[in-house]
Every structure is written in structure tokens, then in C-alpha cells.
């Protein structure tokens, strides 16, 4: 029987090269995002491929459109396999002119969001007697970056909820793992491009490419570097993986 998998923040970037990833390997996706426009067309590429999709317009912060969302899955494909709780965001500022209201945006979409998804996936996958759980943290949740304090110490939350979750989860055949991406040329690090700047006094791509040269590999992640990992995650070759959190970043941290 075909298996169902739910991508978040799959509108564009890391998530959408998931998503795509994920129905090349066979499995109907879900594309959830806040962004209608984009996730429509993630998920008419993902028909495209010959699997089934469906758009979720929502908001992974918010709890009713978590459980709504995992109902509607439910409905429509009968089970959810795996899910992936990839959506993020990040602030750019030294941490003295971060706002309150800007700490907890952060934890609000990037742990609150995990946490939600995570729990109402595993509610049905516990009915089901297994699943894939697969969180996001960063190179950011292993070393804290400068200029990204909240995104940063959101990263390190993910580790720890992902160890916890998974001794939760084992005695249900559920595993939960999480990746850690680079440097990936999306969106998001144009955003941090931009604002990372002026406080370094830096021009226009002159961010990215110093931190460029913190990859081994020599060149910036593309999200099908992210995706090749995320879809051993979600197969069966990782079912006996599981509280891991592996770094999937071209060799930036090593430790
Ligand atoms: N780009 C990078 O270098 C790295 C990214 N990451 C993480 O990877 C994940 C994806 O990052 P990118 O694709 O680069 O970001 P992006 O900003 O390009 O895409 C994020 C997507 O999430 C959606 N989104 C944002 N808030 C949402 C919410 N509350 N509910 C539902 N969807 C929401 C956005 O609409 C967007 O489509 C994030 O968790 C990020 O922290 C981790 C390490 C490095
Ligand atoms: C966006 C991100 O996680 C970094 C550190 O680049």
C-alpha cells in the first residue's frame, strides 16, 4: 500500500526539495504551508510525478490547523506513514535588540510547531503501530550562531525533544530522528544575507560567500543534498535508527 507523508514548510526551499524527493521514492505527499500559492504548485509538481498530493493551507504553530490537518490526511489517504516537521524561521539581530514578541515567534513556529505536528502524527501513527517522525534542527542546534540567537537555541530544543520523543515512541515501532542542514541556498539565507550585512559590514552576497568557506565540500547545500538524507529517514533502511540527530551539512560540524 502506497505511504502518506506529510512535508511542512514545503511551499518552497528544504521542504519543497523533500517533498518532491519523497514522491519520487513513491509516497503520496502532503504540502503544507502558510503560502497557498506556492504549496499549489509543490503539489501539482508532486501529481506531476504520477503520486497523489493534497494542499494544506496552515499554520504549524496553531493547533487546530495541526489536528485538522492530520484528520484531513487521515480521511483522505486512510493512515499517515511519515511526518516531517520542517517549517522554520529565523530571526536576524544581536540578541539585545531581539523583541520578546520575536523569542517567542521563534519558539511558536519552530518548537511549538515541531511539538504539534510531532504528537498529533504520533497519536495516529500509534494507532497504526508505527511511523517516521522527522524533525529539523540545524548546524545552528549543534554550534550557537551569532546574530541568530532565538533561531539558534530553537535548534538545540529540537534535539532534546527528539531524544525524548523517541524513547516515548519506540515500544510503538515509531521512530524519531532529525536532520541538520548547512548552508542550503534558499530563500531563508538570502533573508539572512540581507540582514546579516550591515551588522558585518558586508555587501550583498558577501555573508553567504564568507560562510561558504566554513564547508568542506566547497560549495553551498542545494535542498536535493537535504531531501537524499530525509528519504533514508523515512524508509525502512532506518528502522532501527532512532533520537538521532545527524548533521547534513557539506562537513561545518564535525563534533
Ligand atoms: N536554509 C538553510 O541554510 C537552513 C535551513 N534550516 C531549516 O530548514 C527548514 C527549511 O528552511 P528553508 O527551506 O531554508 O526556509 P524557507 O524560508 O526558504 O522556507 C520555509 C517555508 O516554511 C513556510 N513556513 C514558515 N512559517 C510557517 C508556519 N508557521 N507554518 C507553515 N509553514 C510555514 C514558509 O512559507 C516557507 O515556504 C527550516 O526549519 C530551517 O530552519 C536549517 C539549517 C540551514
Ligand atoms: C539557517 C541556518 O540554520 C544556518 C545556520 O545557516
Request: hydrophobic share 40%; with cysteine; charged share 25%.
Amino acid at each position: 500500500m502506497t505511504r502518506t507523508a506529510i512535508v511542512t514548510g514545503s511551499g518552497r526551499g528544504i521542504g519543497r526539495g523533500i517533498a518532491l524527493r519523497l514522491a519520487k521514492d513513491g509516497l503520496d505527499v502532503v504540502v503544507c504551508d502558510i503560502n497557498a500559492e506556492n504549496a499549489k504548485k509543490v503539489s501539482e509538481e508532486i501529481e506531476a510525478l504520477g503520486r497523489k498530493s493534497l494542499v494544506i493551507v496552515g499554520d504549524v504553530s496553531n493547533e487546530k490547523d495541526v489536528y485538522a490537518m492530520v484528520d484531513q490526511v487521515v480521511e483522505k489517504f486512510g493512515k499517515l506513514d511519515v511526518m516531517v516537521a520542517n517549517a522554520g524561521i529565523c530571526h536576524i539581530k544581536w540578541a539585545t535588540e531581539l523583541t520578546t514578541a520575536e523569542w517567542d515567534q521563534a519558539f511558536a513556529v519552530n518548537c511549538r510547531g515541531a511539538f504539534l505536528c510531532d504528537t498529533a502524527a504520533a497519536k495516529q501513527m500509534i494507532k497504526q503501530k508505527g511511523g517516521k517522525i522527522i524533525n529539523c534542527s540545524s548546524i545552528a542546534g549543534h554550534d550557537g550562531f551569532s546574530l541568530l540567537s532565538a533561531y539558534s537555541a530553537t535548534k538545540f530544543a529540537i534535539r532534546g525533544f527528539t531524544q525524548a520523543l523517541a524513547k516515548e515512541l519506540g515500544r510503538y515501532g515509531i521512530t524519531v530522528n532529525a536532520y541538520c542542514p548547512g548552508i542550503v541556498g534558499t530563500d531563508m539565507w538570502d533573508l539572512i544575507d540581507e540582514k546579516m550585512g550591515p551588522y558585518l559590514k558586508l555587501g550583498k552576497g558577501e555573508v553567504l560567500k564568507e560562510y561558504t568557506k566554513l564547508i568542506t565540500m566547497g560549495r553551498v547545500e542545494t535542498p536535493d543534498d537535504v531531501a537524499s538524507f530525509v528519504s533514508y529517514l523515512a524508509s525502512s533502511d532506518s528502522n532501527y535508527m532512532t533520537g538521532q540527530t545527524i548533521m547534513i551539512d557539506g562537513g561545518i560540524v564535525m563534533n
